[in-house]
């Protein structure tokens, strides 16, 4: 078994004045019993449960099981799958006014195998879990979370019930799935997850809800009754206990959520929260808090609300937060809870990305800055636009700069810098950027002759290349004249306008010849010349 996370801290309940949850008291007990392997009749224990009267707080909860029905996982452990969830829920009662629980089958296209409260009875749902089949399809875990936040939001319901998404998975190839996670998370929902393989952990991680110690689970197929006490106490503590609990963390937010023992009628509900320190103590300690140590915030919040977000907090810092219900029919009926959490640490990317043409064929690219305590590595993507083959180079993490070679000419590429930080995490920040077009042959002079002058003097006359007229700038020449021992002097040159279309240099041939040059100019470079040697 393996389990992850660093603890963000305890749960705490209400004070006991009001009326107990006794079933959930129950429902501890029944799992202990099964644990000590006593023999005990599920539907009598059942009765009893109908029978016993129920606190308030905890009649109502929706539980959502996502089951991976995918070709990826084989037959022996979808069947392990099933028995273990029947065997983990058969404690909990069911029906109107207590557990509603669905099954939603990821594959191609999700599968509803039953809806939330589709079923009132342990033999019922029984049953109907025993009836799920597998699908074999593609495992496109995305669709199903997009029919599991519309599933979960329609059983939220006005008086804000806690709401559980437990998924189950080999943890193989699960795809983009951190956007829908975030919106369950954002709308209240508790994800839990079993991974029965060694899939992607880093995602596992970041999909379930906080604290990822009780929340996720990593185990084989063959050890899943090792984790069911675990799991089935922390389903329990969301869906039954009455705390302040962080149902999503980022690094400068929290979502708190309760549940509701005021009504707006009733009463309100006072907040305080303080970075370093239990508020109102007096006592605080820097963990991450700078300046701020020491200083709590609060604000009242409606008695009809069961949620509130904490906004501008520090990253990578530890916090205490406190409810107090205000109520002048309960003034001693309620005392305050508390719940400490840690914030993420803040994962940066690359806030600046450059990127220069080298030719047609190559780029290189460059980001800043570089984050040497926080960053292990960079990604490199790029592709051409629209819609073509993603490569990818990787580099460490105290560089800032890669060479992207074997590029299409006169092309657009989206280019991709993502940071991966040591915790997991990523940020990428995209540009895009033009290879440049594969410059076409410059015209070349057609024509040079040269005739020889008076004084040991040569005239050169040559004729304009055809072609590109509007870029011609004008002509390089370069002479150099022989000596009677058969030697060459230091060459010479000079440069004339487009319009010329002659020269005379004088005393080249002193020695009996001389070697001449001329180049055409243009705009973007030196055409190919000709040469011609007179004399000798």
Known sequence: MGKSGQSRGPLHTWAPRPQPSLACAVIRVWSLWRSLSFSLNPPACFLLLHLLPVALNCREGALLLLLDSSGSVSSYEFQRLRLFLEELLRPFPLGPGHVQVGLLQVDTLPHLGFGLGAHR??????????????????TNTVAALALAKDLLSSARGAGGIPRVLLWLTDGVRPGDVDQWMSRLKDDGVTVLALATGQGDYQTLRRAVSPPVESHLYVVDVDDLRIVMEELREAIIEILCAEGLRVVHLTARSAVLQWRPVLTTDTGSYHLQW????????????????????????????????NRAELSDLRPDATYTASLTPMSALYQDHFSTLSVT?????????????SVLAYGPHQMNVSWGPLQPGHVQGYRVEYAVLPGGHVSTVEVEGHRNSAVLAGLEPDTQYL???????????????????????????????????????????????????????????????????????????????????????SAQLANVAGGGCARVCVSPVYRSGRGDGLCCTSGG
Do not use: I, N
């Open 121 to 138: 009875s342990q033999p019922e749902l029984r049953a109907a879990l025993m009836q799920a089949r597998q699908l074999r399809g593609d």
């Open 341 to 353: 959490f840690t914030t993420l640490p803040e994962l940066l990317g690359p806030s600046v990305v």
């Open 415 to 501: 280019v991709t810098v993502s940071a991966l930080h040591t915790t997991g995490g990523e940020r990428a920040m995209s540009v895009k950027a033009c290879t440049q077009e594969v410059p076409a042959p410059l015209p070349a002079l057609e024509e040079l002759l040269l005739t020889p002058l008076d004084g040991a003097g040569v005239e050169a006359r040559w004729r304009a290349p055809s072609g590109q007229p509007d870029s011609l700038r004008g002509y390089w020449l370069s002479w150099e004249a022989g000596t009677p021992a058969g030697a060459w002097t230091s060459m010479s040159y000079m440069q004339v306008g487009a319009g010329t279309l």
């Open 274 to 305: 303080q970075c370093g320190g239990v508020p109102g103590s007096g006592s605080s300690s820097a963990s991450g808090c700078g300046t701020t140590a020491g200083w709590p915030q609060g604000r009242s919040v409606s008695g009809g609300s």
